[in-house]
Structures are given as structure tokens and as C-alpha cells.
């Protein structure tokens, strides 16, 4: 399995921007995809942005779409998601996953079989 660390987080006004960076142990073009999700206090987990590998296809939850950008370096071992206007509602815990799975939905937790530790985001307003 592909082992994976998150950083970047921390705290930030509303308003503001924040980059969060997954290294992997080994290039993500050995996995189908890698995932964001973020888990908010009290909440269910939910999928942030998903990039596949191959054709690098994108796809991000309505509520961050236009906001967030999912994408890889060109070494293929990190995988970013640039946050920009970031508001209160993005506070959560962000984790990245990776999977072996090219089927959809793409947020389906399911498929993903590696999970990093996570990197917490607070925005305030």
C-alpha cells in the first residue's frame, strides 16, 4: 500500500488561502486516483476533490468547486489541493487517500485503501 502524509494546515481568515500538500511513498501513478476528504466536528466525512491518474481527470464537491484545485507535481509523489476563499464551513480535518479503484462515484470512501493521518484546517471569520 501507498503510504501518505498530509500538511499544510493551519489557521486562516475567511477570505484567505491555504495550501495542503499529500506526499506519497511512492508515485501516484501506481494507484488509480488520490483523493481529498475532510471531516468537520460532528459531521460525516465527506470527498473534497479526487484526481486520476492517467488522463488526470478532476472532480470536486459542489460546495468547493471554482474554490479548490486539485493537483500533482511533476515528480507524481505529491498531490496538492490549492484552497482559496476559504469560508468558516471549510473548518475540518483534511485527509488524503489513495485507490486502486477507477470506478465512480469518485467520493465513494470505499474504494480508497490508504488513508494519511490527516491535516486540520480552521478558517475563522
Known amino acids: 500500500q501507498v503510504q501518505l502524509v498530509e500538511s499544510g494546515g493551519g489557521s486562516v481568515q475567511a477570505g484567505g488561502s491555504l495550501r495542503l500538500s499529500c506526499a506519497a511513498s511512492r508515485s501516484t501513478d501506481t494507484v488509480a486516483r488520490v483523493g481529498w476528504f475532510r471531516q468537520a466536528p460532528g459531521k460525516q466525512r465527506e470527498g473534497v476533490a479526487a484526481i486520476f491518474s492517467g488522463d488526470d481527470a478532476t472532480y470536486y464537491a459542489d460546495s468547493v468547486r471554482d474554490r479548490f484545485t486539485i493537483a500533482r507535481d511533476n515528480t507524481r509523489r505529491t498531490v496538492f489541493l490549492q484552497m482559496n476563499y476559504l469560508k468558516p464551513e471549510d473548518t475540518a480535518m483534511y485527509y488524503c487517500?489513495?485507490?486502486?479503484?477507477?470506478?465512480?462515484?469518485?467520493?465513494?470512501?470505499?474504494?480508497?485503501?490508504?488513508w494519511g493521518q490527516g491535516t486540520e484546517v480552521t478558517v475563522s471569520s
Open positions: 487517500a489513495s485507490s486502486y479503484s477507477y470506478g465512480l462515484p469518485w467520493d465513494r470512501e470505499s474504494y480508497y485503501d490508504s
